[in-house]
Every structure is written in structure tokens, then in C-alpha cells.
């Protein structure tokens, strides 16, 4: 199978306020797209995150203060999405895949979270990941927000190659750690953020990684609340250099912030027709 989509209603119903509109809409216009053909293109339908990871990856005390809190289940559901997602790629049954979720995950620290997030949703998924044995991985998050979260997770550890694109200004690159924090400042055009992407991919060429995800916040785009200024245009342009760089390793995409459903309707079909090779379709 090409692409292994991971989704479940529950994302639309009880996701987060902000994220989860543009949900079931984005689904429908992925089902009517033609490209979800059951055969190189499938539709799975995540459990939730085994909560043992879920409590490996985050402090007893940020566990506690989520206990009572309304998106905690809609938020391991999410984590068992991009689990199930990654599971899918990292055992040789999908190529790629994209996971839907109903809270995002890189605002959300090992002891604290913040933006939409609870828990970290890669973060707990490259735990399970360690244990089928894979070991170095390329997290591309284009999300325009900075990934504190999985800054915290990653930061030291080399293993985990960590390119952030955010709406700050500056570049801060620290190679002894993969970790490299691209600011395009505020308002950034198709063309400066798909130049900074081409370069920063260069970066990521000699580092061994065994499977990639992208940390997907359509926030980038213009209509949306984050702070670039993409159009339609740069998310197949996103995808297809992506999934260039990542040839035949698994590419996991990780649906993040972005709260226009007219947006999410068009870059989520257009993302997975590159991802099936069907792009322009
Ligand atoms: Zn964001």
C-alpha cells in the first residue's frame, strides 16, 4: 500500500474547539477525492495510545493534571493515530501515511503543555518505535509555531534529527545535536518558505534516518491563524520535496494546528495524492 490514512470521528466530535471543524469536512473531501481506493490508498481506524507509553513519555505529575481534563481521551486517541500511522510505515505495509488527529502534540513537554496540546503525540509514538527496533529519525515540523515540545523531548538526543520552522525571526543550528530552528518571521511567502525547506532538507541528507514524519500544521497558510503566508500552491510543492528526500524510508505525516475547514479540505487530499504518486491527479 501506498498511503495509510488513520482516522476516527471522535477527532471531529470531541477534538479540540479550535482544530476540530475542520475535520469530518476535510475526511468527506478526502473520501470524494478518488484518490482513497482501498487498495493502494486505505482508510484505518486508530485505538488509543497504550497509556503505559503515554506514562513512559510524560511526568507522573503532567499525568495527575491531566486526569480530569476533557481532551485527555480525544488526545490518546490522537497519539494512537499517529501510533497506528507509524506502525503501518515502520513495518513495510504502507509507504507513507497520514495521520489525523483531534489535538496536536509539539507544544506538549514531558512535564507540561500548552496550544492545543496534552500530549505529545510523536513523541510517545517514537517510544513504540524504539521498541521495533528503529533508531534514528528526521522530524520535519512545518507547523509555524515553534516545536517546544518536542524540543524538549529531543533536544539532546542525536539520534532524532529536529527541523523547526517557525514565524520567529533567525536561524539557531546546533549540528553536535540535529537540532535546527529556522525562523522565517512573520507573514513568509510560498517562495522564502519552500527555499528555506530546500535547504534545510540539504541538512537532513546525510543523517541516516530510518523514517521521517512532518509535523503538519496548515496554520501556515494564509486564511488560516499561524503566521506564514503560504497559498495552496506550497503544500504539494511541500510534499513532493519531502517525500523526495525521504525516497523509500517511511514518511509519516502528523496533522497539527490549522483551523480552516475551506483550507484543510483542499491541502489534505492534495498532500495525499503526492503521497500515492497521484499528484498533479
Ligand atoms: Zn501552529
Request: charged content about 20%.
Amino acid at each position: 500500500m501506498k498511503v495509510a490514512i488513520t482516522y476516527h470521528e471522535d477527532f471531529g466530535r470531541d477534538g479540540f474547539s479550535v482544530l476540530k471543524e475542520r475535520i469530518r469536512p476535510s475526511f468527506e473531501a478526502l473520501m470524494e477525492s478518488g484518490v482513497v481506493d482501498g487498495i493502494d490508498v486505505q482508510v484505518f481506524k486508530p485505538s488509543p495510545a497504550p497509556i503505559e507509553l503515554v506514562r513512559r513519555a510524560h511526568t507522573s505529575s503532567h499525568m495527575e493534571s491531566m486526569e480530569t481534563d476533557p481532551y485527555r481521551d480525544v488526545a490518546i486517541l490522537s497519539a494512537g493515530s499517529v501510533m497506528m500511522a507509524s506502525e503501518l510505515v515502520a513495518t513495510g505495509q504502507a509507504e507513507s501515511a497520514f495521520a489525523y488527529t483531534g489535538t496536536a502534540g509539539h507544544h506538549a513537554s514531558r512535564g507540561s503543555a500548552w496550544g492545543f496540546c496534552y500530549f505529545n503525540d510523536v513523541a510517545i509514538t517514537i517510544l513504540r518505535l524504539k521498541e521495533l527496533g528503529l533508531k534514528r529519525i528526521l522530524i520535519v515540523d512545518v507547523d509555524p509555531h515553534f516545536g517546544d515540545g518536542t524540543r524538549d523531548f529531543f533536544g539532546n538526543d542525536p539520534d532524532v534529527f529536529h527541523i523547526n520552522f517557525h514565524s520567529g525571526t533567525g536561524e539557531k543550528h546546533d549540528p553536535a545535536k540535529n537540532n535546527y530552528d529556522i525562523g522565517l518571521g512573520f507573514g513568509a511567502s510560498d517562495e522564502k518558505f519552500l527555499g528555506a525547506l530546500r535547504s534545510s532538507l540539504e541538512l537532513a541528507k546525510d543523517f541516516d534516518f530510518q523514517i521521517a514524519f512532518v509535523i503538519f500544521g496548515h496554520d501556515s497558510h494564509q486564511d488560516d491563524y499561524g503566521g506564514f503566508n503560504l497559498t495552496f500552491d506550497a503544500y504539494p510543492r511541500m510534499a513532493q520535496m519531502i517525500k523526495q528526500t525521504v525516497g523509500d524510508k517511511g514518511l509519516v505525516y502528523v496533522l497539527s494546528g490549522g483551523s480552516c475547514v475551506h483550507v484543510a479540505k483542499q491541502v489534505i487530499p492534495d498532500v495525499v495524492r503526492v503521497l500515492a504518486g497521484r499528484w498533479p491527479s
